[in-house]
């Protein structure tokens, strides 16, 4: 290992990958697209289940003192319809992650798609709640599969140096859906037909298509090829991905270090769902990472920023704020309009920062929200507060949280175990959606635990947490290639990973060449 430290100096390091065109930043960034049906159909139903069409079709008649249109759904199906999707995407997620293991990441895609197509026709066609019910939970397995997927494969195809940038876009698409299913819902919600949640629902078809025509004509990540031993497509995929003859010396170098990286983890490790969970608590153990990767995700839903897009409208009625219908939509162009400040922020300051940052000042912005709510008791105040505030802390989730805590998931796991690791920790991010959107409305609402503003000091403290869960269990991963943050988390630790640079490569280590004549041997065995 110290020979070859000789050998190669530090502009090998630099150029363990290869350059990178247009195109290829353009084919990376596509399946980031991915994220418009979690964000659609995370959105489209709160608006669907307030049609009086869809109230008065599926839901129970009652005084108009109670519903002015005199109809309501029951809350038992309301909450059922909801978080059946989160059921199946909980699923539809770890299942992504033991298939895209054994038939690819893209194919995974593209049948996740199809699978959310079927939920996506069920859901159309039904005229009751059953059909719903019965058409979210499928819709939701596709869902779940697309989301873990999509992270993982957008970071194994990504140049290093924008990989964060690239998932970030990932985030903006979810945002992008929540925002056009809130239109879409306003657009229909006076028809007094079938076509007022039809058409929401159907619109989905749409997204799922652009997605898997898309994967259809992209290549496979090559990181899956190294693992199935099929180096001559991992080489092909690479040449895609970047832009670049086979014959590149980066390309070259990029896939020896994949190769190298493979191999190394696999002398300590297979990549079995057992060993996601082995290796005690040592910074890189697999246990660490999926405990740091599961966590992470649990606690970007404990920022309590579904709070605002899920019952944002009838928290805002609640506490006498005049246009509440708008405020949400205001919410929504917020998340839009800021995420795209993350591209540049994420590879400028990095993921660690970016994190600790968005904990603090959505920490602030939060306890002003609760403080001053409880202090004011003219309401009036409290209201402006509530509004400009609120705006800040989804700008401050948009810009740090939203993006980071995806970019970060697709970074930490050693190939052996990525696919796996990436499903657990989306299959977090999808439990602790459903478990806050199922408890939320007990705690806030009036009738029952009427925490009213005060429940802004529940997401404000649990911020406090998130500081210090990143402070001591996330490594800064920028600029890093996938392969370079594994030798990263085995030198040293989350607090001093920025500072740290990498000394020599898996290829090095492995013996597995690096210099002229080995690189050629190398050229000529793939
Ligand atoms: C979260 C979602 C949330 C969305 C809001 C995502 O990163 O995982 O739960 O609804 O951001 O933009």
Redesign the pocket.
């Known amino acids: 290992m110290s020979d070859s430290k000789h050998v190669v100096g530090t502009t090998d390091l630099n150029h363990i990958e290869a350059p990178v065109t247009w195109r290829a930043y353009l084919i990376c960034g596509f399946a980031s697209f991915g994220g418009i049906l979690?964000?659609y159909d995370?959105g489209y139903i709160s608006g669907v289940l307030g049609m009086d069409y869809v109230k008065r079709e599926m839901g129970n008649a009652v005084s108009t003192d109670v519903d002015p249109s005199g109809f309501i759904l029951a809350s038992w199906q309301k909450s059922l319809i909801t978080s059946i999707l989160s059921a199946g995407t909980f699923f539809g997620a770890l299942l992504g992650g033991e298939i895209s293991e054994r038939i690819g990441r893209r194919t995974t895609i593209m049948i996740s798609c199809l699978i959310y197509s079927i939920g996506v026709a069920v859901q159309t066609g039904s005229i009751n709640v059953g059909g719903l019910v019965a058409g979210r939970l499928i819709a939701g397995f596709g869902v779940g599969g697309v989301s873990a997927t999509v992270i993982l494969y957008v970071s194994e195809i990504s140049p290093r140096k924008v990989r964060g940038l690239l998932v970030s876009g990932y985030?903006w698409a979810?945002?992008i859906g929540?925002l056009v299913s809130s239109g879409v819902d306003q657009g229909t919600k006076d028809r007094d037909d079938r076509s007022s949640y039809r058409i929401p629902i159907a619109i989905q078809f749409i997204w799922a298509f652009i997605l898997s025509a898309g994967l259809f004509v992209l290549p496979e990540s090559p990181r899956y090829y190294v693992k199935r031993d099929r180096l001559e497509s991992a080489l092909k995929s690479l040449e895609r991905v970047r832009g670049q003859k086979a014959t590149t010396p980066g390309i070259q170098a990029e896939l020896a270090e994949i190769k190298a990286n493979y191999e190394y983890e696999r002398q300590i490790a297979s990549n079995s769902w057992l060993d996601c969970f082995r290796g005690g608590f040592a910074p890189r153990s697999n246990l660490r990472r999926v405990i740091a990767g599961t966590s992470l995700?649990m606690f970007?839903?404990w920022t309590g920023?579904?709070f605002i897009?899920y019952y944002g409208t009838t928290f805002f009625q609640q506490v006498g704020i005049s246009n509440a219908f708008l405020m949400s939509v205001i919410m929504n162009v917020v998340?839009v309009a800021t995420t795209p400040a993350s591209f540049y922020m994420i590879e400028r300051f990095g993921r660690r920062t970016l994190l600790l940052w968005g904990a603090v000042i959505m920490c602030v912005c939060e306890f002003i929200v609760a403080i001053v709510g409880v202090a004011d008791t003219s309401g009036h105040a409290a209201n402006i507060c509530l509004i400009v505030f609120t705006c800040f802390y989804i700008a401050g989730?948009?810009t740090t949280w939203?993006?980071a805590?995806?970019v970060v998931i697709g970074e930490i796991y050693p190939l052996p175990i990525r696919a796996k690791g990436v499903a657990l920790a989306t299959a977090s991010?999808w439990l602790w959606?459903c478990v806050i959107a199922v408890i939320t409305p007990y705690i806030v609402d009036k009738d029952r635990g009427n925490l009213g503003v005060k429940v802004f000091f529940v997401w404000g403290s649990a911020l406090f947490l998130c500081y210090v869960f990143v402070y001591f269990f996330i490594p800064e991963t920028k600029g890093l290639s996938l392969e370079q943050v594994d030798k990263m988390l085995e030198e040293t630790t989350p607090r001093t990973s920025a500072k740290w640079k990498p000394s020599d490569t898996f290829a090095q280590t492995m013996g597995m060449a690096n210099n002229d004549k080995e690189d050629s041997a190398h050229q000529e065995k793939v």
Request: charged share 0%; hydrophobic share 40%.
């Open positions: 979690f964000g995370s985030q979810i945002t929540l995700q970007q839903q920023i579904n897009f998340n989730f948009a939203g993006p805590a995806w991010n959606n």
